[in-house]
């Protein structure tokens, strides 16, 4: 027998070698059965369709596959973006078209392939239902005697669901469509044994039944007096089973128990995979889509909850969307490269990692100059503690052409901040951490050519009293700053304050949006992304904040005598197109110029105190220092927040 046919189950009695060809129906043979019943209205003889519908494959049917059609079947059962991509279709505003995965899709998609339990945030019409039932078309394909159940919030929402997986199933090419043996209103069953039900969530919804794959939309607009009751009803179903798999999909609503398990997914203390679709990742929604989206819906809180996936509405993200746009498209996840002092030392150095591009083996000793931002917690599995390490580089030559006048102080203006390391642990002990600091300090790069900005809040003193018993420590390798708005005299270290917070948060999202730092690393952007001011305060709405808490301490370096020190130096001894190029925007704005100076100032300051929705600051600001419009200084409002 060729291995070409295939017979279906509940087929008995047959013998293969003395079938009728009559009786064996291939692609072929069903597009000219097709085309005789478009042309004619009839067809004489057996149909191969479900209760007649051409839509619908029968159960049963024997069927003569090609080769091609073999290998086909093959690729898209391991393969499912390939599957999605060349063989699902769906209602587009013209009409049924080939689906184009986004690239967020096809990540999702390989979520679900490779992992058992997703939860998935999403902003309105985003595409996640439909990303959810082409997984789940391609799971009752590829799969015999499994149960799918597909539940909303609604009864409307849930047979929805079902008829766009219909409509999915209908779209395919006849030889891989399944056999159909139910199709109603709320269920589907196929002749490999799999089926689908369709439901509403009710406190017993999956009491009894055999479940393989749940699916859950809209879980966060579930009735709160019921949502615990039906989750227990569901999960213990599913958490039996080796094999069993869960969606959970839903735009915010509140803190209620998608958010707890979201939260728990982002922060690795359950079993889920979490997945988030942006607004901004949609095609063709941008700042002009946003501004007529918050015209129409009333206020930018409630745009915030339907698309921005901010789960409370007084939550607002400090970062842009095109800034994280940006972001989105640079970042990477950093490698592991081996270095010689920890090998020698014996340490578990496993968590420092580097950017691809970043050539840790020939740094420049003489010339390369770092910043090591440094944020420290207790290492008991809870916060992180982080070495955020930077690089100070001279812009590109375009980059330096395209520096705007307005925005140019000195030859500082010309420099960036590049992120080039990261060492990111929330299991090592203050002591550990202090000896990964102080190798990477004094053995793996040049001591005299970094500076540690290291916040002095939680055992800073621990870490300074540490690292200063090596032999090439001195004093101002930690950053000095003012501890208090009383302290005339600089310490080491720089103390995070509730009022400097959120100026160092709005310089940070400032300097980021100029390309004078540059974030790249991946666990960093999705801290960006849940990074939001609540309750005049800014924190993680969900998840870890400690790679940006690191991040914001460069706000206190960028303005600082010791920053124009370095970057003087190294101007110095800058390649001669570069000085050229600088030397001519310095020319072009006349930057010695005191008057100008003082202008630049004013417009950092008003660019600062306008993001400050803290009054009582302002005042408080504007009466210390007088706050004439034609006296300003940046370094008063530096010193007193």
């Keep these: 027998m060729d291995k070409r046919y295939i017979q279906k189950r509940n087929v008995k009695n047959v013998n293969l070698d003395n079938i009728n060809n009559e009786l064996v129906w291939t692609t072929e043979k069903v597009n000219e059965c097709i085309e005789q019943i478009n042309k004619y209205d009839r067809y004489d003889g057996e149909l191969p369709f479900y209760e007649n519908s051409l839509k619908y494959r029968a159960s049963n049917i024997l069927f003569k596959y090609t080769d091609e059609e073999l290998e086909i079947i093959k690729r898209c059962s391991q393969d499912i973006v390939f599957f999605a991509n060349n063989f699902c279709k769906y209602t587009m505003d013209d009409g049924i078209g080939q689906i184009t995965l986004r690239p967020y899709q096809e990540k999702i998609l390989n979520n679900f392939k490779n992992n058992r339990f997703n939860v998935v945030l999403a902003a309105r019409q985003s595409g996640k239902t439909l990303t959810s039932v082409i997984f789940i078309a391609w799971y009752l394909l590829f799969n015999i005697d499994k149960t799918v159940l597909m539940l909303a919030n609604k009864f409307i929402t849930s047979k929805d669901n079902l008829n766009k997986l219909k409509i999915i199933l209908e779209e395919l090419p006849f030889f891989l469509k399944p056999g159909i043996l139910v199709n109603n209103v709320m269920e589907m069953r196929f002749d490999n044994g799999c089926r689908v039900l369709a439901m509403t969530t009710t406190k017993n919804t999956a009491i009894g039944f055999t479940i393989h794959l749940a699916y859950l939309d809209e879980f966060a607009h579930i009735e709160q007096s019921m949502v615990e009751a039906f989750y227990k009803s569901v999960y213990p179903t599913l958490s039996s089973s080796k094999i069993s798999r869960i969606i959970i999909s839903s735009t915010p609503n509140g803190k209620n128990k998608f958010w707890e398990i979201y939260k728990g997914a982002v922060e690795h203390t359950n079993e889920y995979v979490p997945n988030k679709i942006d607004w901004w990742e949609v095609p063709g929604r941008d700042e002009e889509w946003k501004k007529k989206e918050i ?37 990477e996840t950093y490698i592991f490269k081996e270095l010689i002092p920890f090998e020698n030392a014996c340490i578990d150095y496993s968590e420092l990692k580097f950017k691809k591009s970043f050539d840790i083996y020939n740094i420049d000793m003489e010339n390369d100059h770092f910043l090591f931002c440094v944020d420290i917690a207790d290492g008991v599995g809870q916060d992180y503690s982080i070495i955020n390490i930077f690089k100070i580089e001279p812009m590109s030559i375009t980059k330096i052409k395209k520096v705007s006048d307005i925005s140019i102080k000195n030859e500082s203006s010309f420099f960036r901040i590049n992120q080039v390391g990261l060492f990111r642990s929330n299991t090592k002990n203050i002591e550990e951490f202090s000896k990964i600091l102080e190798i990477l300090s004094f053995e793996v790069f040049n001591p005299y050519n970094i500076q540690i900005l290291l916040e002095i809040n939680f055992k800073g003193e621990f870490i300074i009293n540490k690292i200063s018993n090596n032999i090439n420590y001195y004093d101002d390798i930690i950053f000095h700053t003012h501890h208090s708005e009383t302290r005339k005299n600089k310490s080491q270290g720089i103390k995070i304050t509730s009022k400097n917070k959120i100026l160092y948060c709005q310089q940070l999202n400032h300097f980021l949006n100029k390309k004078i730092i540059i974030l790249n690393e991946e666990e960093t952007f999705t801290e960006m992304c849940n990074f939001v001011i609540d309750n005049n305060t800014y924190h993680a709405q969900f998840g870890h904040d400690d790679i940006i808490s690191s991040s914001i301490l460069l706000s206190s370096f960028l303005y600082s005598e010791e920053f124009e020190n370095i970057i003087y130096d190294m101007y110095d001894k800058l390649d001669e197109k570069y000085k050229k190029e600088i030397n001519q925007k310095l020319y072009n704005v006349n930057i010695y110029i005191n008057t100008k100076e003082k202008e630049k100032q004013k417009y950092e300051i008003y660019e600062i105190l306008k993001n400050i929705n803290d009054e009582t600051l302002i005042n408080e600001f504007k009466q210390k220092f007088g706050y004439d419009e034609n006296d300003l200084d940046i370094t008063d409002l530096n010193f007193y927040l």
């Design 295 to 331: 015209a129409n819906l009333g206020s930018e809180e409630l745009f915030n909850q339907e698309y921005g996936n901010q789960f409370l509405l007084m939550n607002k993200p400090l970062f842009s969307y095109s800034l994280l746009n940006y972001i989105e498209r640079i970042k």
